[in-house]
């Protein structure tokens, strides 16, 4: 009985995975370790274990989701399908927000209806993004939040299957907001145009990008990097993929889904390695078969982050290397996604993990110190920093090489820059381009670098305590922030002690603010993640200022569990 709940559990978690029914001999595959299970074999090893789970049901020769089975048999000429895509900040889910979503109802293998709304981003616009899409500031400031927009977006596409252009990055934003704004996660099958064109257009095409794929089918709206006109674009491309599909002889659904899958990765099967992973926060390391650490990461859910890295989606190359050497997953517990960042940065510092390159190295921050009348590149800790990329710290210096002093004491507000950009327009008019290109450089770096240096002033002159809830059942963990630095962390009980706690808590942050701002860069990394959560707090974190009886309230209103 328990292997079959067992086998059951991985089942669903396959299908989940693929957004969609799976064949026999792939579950087999998976599941048994058979190299080529003949689709007779395969059906009968699974039946007994389909037939007894109410989570699962056959689709013909695949194995379901009982609630999508019915929409897996749906004919092609008369299915709905609800197209997508995104405009977001950036390129992390984690980090960047969604700032626009387009969707267009396709049935019957017709538009039918769409669906359009901009999303207020918890961070201003970078201006690439606001170059790349013509989107602003203004405009988002007055658009309906996050929570609200993608609330309005499963309003529009309730269950219907989801279409999208590379859909790993839309769908990794949807999830993590779509589990932001209810608690849950996509569970609808998801069909990527990008695999499908791969696979029916094998020899016709040499990209396939969304560009691409449009002037290759004529589409009569053409991707302009605008959510909306790009979801259009490319329902127009499924369409025409769809006729291709049904030449090679799909006819349902979850022949189109099967055609769109992506091929599995030679990593699959070392799934097993992350069974046993908890649905709760906290860090894990990949570990090689001598014990060293390859990887360091953090997740909220950490059975759903594990389980997402043997999907059928390539990881970054440093990452898809470390997979293909690994051993041994370790997960370490922790009460909350905060605490699980902080764990994740010092295990960074401390181990310094080759597939975390893109990680946290203290020792390579860079900061801008005063010299005579200029600027100079240091490794000095100091409040001008610190500044990760070595090359936009040394073009933010040469910007400030002919800087007034004046200019030069109120840096942080970019008293520079008008100087700056009037000598970029003059070298322009007087057609001095090369020139004009290099200043241009300098001044986008010393622009990034003072947005840095705002932040980082800012926060280092707060004081802050954030509440989440601790390891323990009905424990709170409280971080105090002040003087730069997370000051202070305790553990606030349900018993009587937990005014001890706060004031002990309290103490030790205001006797670190006597000595001054922290300008570490291991503190700047810290307090760069603190701002992270306090700009988008999950459900479970209260922020509150450094007064004992407004946080010994917020532990008091669901000591049980998670801090309300």
């Known amino acids: 009985m328990q292997l079959r709940l067992d086998a059951a559990d991985r089942l669903v978690e396959l299908v989940q995975e693929a957004r969609g029914?799976?064949?026999?001999?792939?579950?087999?595959?998976?599941?048994?370790?058979?190299?080529?299970?003949?689709?007779?074999?395969?059906?009968?090893?699974?039946?007994?274990?389909?037939?007894h789970d109410a989570r699962l049901q056959w689709s013909g020769t695949r194995i379901a989701l009982a609630s999508a089975a019915g929409d897996g048999e749906r004919l092609l000429e008369a299915a709905a399908f609800i197209v997508v895509d995104l405009e977001t900040t950036g390129l992390a889910p984690g980090h960047s927000s969604i700032c626009e979503i387009g969707c267009v109802r396709v049935r019957a293998l017709e538009p039918c209806a769409t669906f359009q709304t901009l999303v207020r981003p918890d961070e201003r616009l970078p201006t690439a993004v606001a170059a790349l899409t013509g989107l602003t500031d203004v405009e988002l400031r007055h658009a309906p939040s996050s929570r609200t927009a993608v609330l309005r977006f499963l309003d529009f596409a309730g269950d219907t299957t989801l279409v999208a252009h590379n859909a790993r990055f839309d769908t990794a934003f949807l999830d993590r907001e779509v589990e932001r704004a209810t608690g849950l996660r996509l569970s609808t099958p998801v069909v990527d145009t990008l695999h499908l064109a791969r696979r029916l257009l094998a020899g016709r095409v040499a990209r396939t990008s969304l560009a691409s794929l449009s002037h290759f089918f004529g589409t009569s709206v053409r991707p302009v990097h605008r959510a909306l006109p790009d979801a259009q674009a490319t329902a127009e491309i499924l369409i025409a993929l769809i006729g291709l599909a049904q030449e090679r002889g799909a006819r349902t659904v979850a022949d189109l889904q099967e055609l769109a899958a992506a091929r599995p990765r030679r990593v699959h099967g070392k799934r097993s390695l992350a069974f046993g992973a908890p649905a709760r926060p906290g860090v894990y390391l990949f570990r090689d078969g001598s014990g060293q650490v390859l990887y360091v990461g953090r997740a909220r859910d950490l059975r759903a982050r594990l389980r997402s890295y043997f999907g059928t989606t390539?990881?970054?190359?440093?990452?898809?290397?470390?997979?293909?050497?690994?051993?041994?997953?370790?997960?370490r517990l922790c009460g909350s996604e905060l605490e699980a960042g902080l764990e994740e940065l010092r295990l960074l510092r401390e181990l310094r993990p080759p597939a975390n390159a893109r990680g946290a190295r203290p020792d390579r921050y860079l900061f801008l110190a005063r010299r005579g009348d200029g600027m100079i590149v240091t490794s000095r800790p100091g409040p001008l920093g610190p500044i990760r990329s070595r090359r936009r710290a040394e073009l933010a210096a040469r910007a400030l090489r002919s800087a007034r002093p004046d200019e030069l004491d109120l840096l942080t507000v970019g008293a520079p820059l008008p100087r700056l950009r009037s000598r970029l327009r003059t070298l322009t008019e007087s057609l001095r381009y090369e020139d004009a290109a290099r200043l241009h450089e300098r001044i986008r770096a010393l622009e990034h670098v003072i947005r840095e240096?705002?932040?980082?002033?800012?926060?280092?002159?707060?004081?802050?305590?954030?509440?989440?809830?601790?390891?323990?059942?009905?424990?709170?963990?409280?971080?105090?922030?002040?003087?730069?630095?997370?000051?202070a962390v305790r553990t606030v009980p349900r018993n009587g002690s937990s005014r001890l706690e706060v004031q002990a808590g309290l103490a030790e942050a205001r006797a670190a603010a006597c000595g001054g701002p922290s300008f570490a860069p291991e503190a700047a990394d810290e307090l760069l993640l603190v701002d992270r959560f306090v700009r988008r707090p999950p459900p479970e974190l209260v922020v509150t200022p450094f007064e004992p009886e407004r946080i010994l309230a917020a532990c008091a209103q669901d000591s049980g569990s998670a801090v309300a």
């Open 453 to 487: 240096l705002n932040s980082l002033e800012r926060l280092r002159a707060a004081e802050l305590c954030l509440l989440a809830p601790g390891l323990r059942e009905g424990d709170v963990r409280a971080y105090f922030v002040a003087a730069g630095r997370v000051a």
């Open 21 to 51: 029914p799976v064949p026999a001999p792939v579950a087999a595959q998976r599941l048994f370790a058979l190299a080529r299970p003949p689709d007779g074999l395969a059906r009968s090893l699974l039946d007994d274990v389909v037939r």
């Open 314 to 331: 390539r990881q970054r190359p440093a990452v898809e290397a470390a997979l293909l050497a690994l051993d041994r997953i370790e997960w």
